[in-house]
T-cell receptor
Framework: DAGITQSPRHKVTETGTPVTLRCHQTENHRYMYWYRQDPGHGLRLIHYSYGVKDTDKGEVSDGYSVSRSKTEDFLLTLESATSSQTSVYFC??????????FGQGTRLTVV | SQQGEEDPQALSIQEGENATMNCSYKTSINNLQWYRQNSGRGLVHLILIRSNEREKHSGRLRVTLDTSKKSSSLLITASRAADTASYFCATDVEGAQKLVFGQGTRLTINP
């Protein structure tokens, strides 16, 4: 949808292992976001980027890091996965003052 | 805590009736956006209203914004079964370059 792809779409990993989720866009949008969605919490912002190498923390950033070395890619890394990070992760892109376009989501299970 | 709080958390109405959802937020905004999410899917943008606008229409959707009360409402007229989904408001926070979502309203349209 709208030139945004998340990979992988599903992943099961063990507690304590590092995990990297990838968001790739073909729209050349400036802003990229990572959210997690859990029942009862809606979407919570983890990290976001407003340009290459320009990133900032959201409201639930502990345990997560991000990198954006190219306009089109925004990586989310769980440094040492925990069961509390089991969630559905969404990437989104936008331009200044405009609507966001979302990827299809990555379902991550930490066992 | 999240920027946007939505009310009600769940709403069930009969097909053909109107549905109203409310969103309150805490800080100054550039714009406020409404999204729809069908079960298990990514979010889809519905409508964007800028901070200097008070009302906006798109098809069967009507959005109002009251910046003095830091609140917005989404009205869906003549509801259809296909409108069954979760609806989220999101605020483009002024000075912060980030998009923050509320917890959402789960809307069920009964045939």
């Amino acid at each position: 949808d709208a030139g945004i792809t998340q990979s992988p779409r599903h992943k099961v990993t063990e507690t304590g292992t590092p995990v990297t989720l990838r968001c790739h866009q073909t729209e050349n949008h400036r802003y990229m976001y990572w959210y997690r969605q859990d029942p009862g919490h809606g979407l919570r912002l983890i990290h976001y980027s407003y340009g290459v190498k320009d990133t900032d923390k959201g409201e639930v950033s502990d345990g997560y890091s991000v990198s954006r070395s190219k306009t089109e890619d925004f990586l989310l890394t769980l440094e040492s996965a925990t069961s509390s990070q089991t969630s559905v992760y969404f990437c989104a892109i936008s331009e200044v003052g405009s609507e966001a376009f979302f990827g299809q989501g990555t379902r991550l299970t930490v066992v | 805590s999240q920027q946007g709080e939505e009310d009600p958390q769940a709403l069930s109405i009969q097909e053909g009736e109107n549905a109203t959802m409310n969103c309150s937020y805490k800080t100054s905004i550039n714009n406020l956006q409404w999204y729809r999410q069908n079960s298990g899917r990514g979010l889809v943008h519905l409508i964007l209203i800028r901070s200097n606008e008070r009302e906006k229409h798109s098809g069967r959707l009507r959005v109002t914004l009251d910046t003095s009360k830091k609140s917005s409402s989404l009205l869906i007229t003549a509801s259809r079964a296909a409108d069954t989904a979760s609806y989220f408001c999101a605020t483009d926070v002024e000075g912060a370059q980030k998009l923050v979502f509320g917890q959402g309203t789960r809307l069920t349209i009964n045939p």
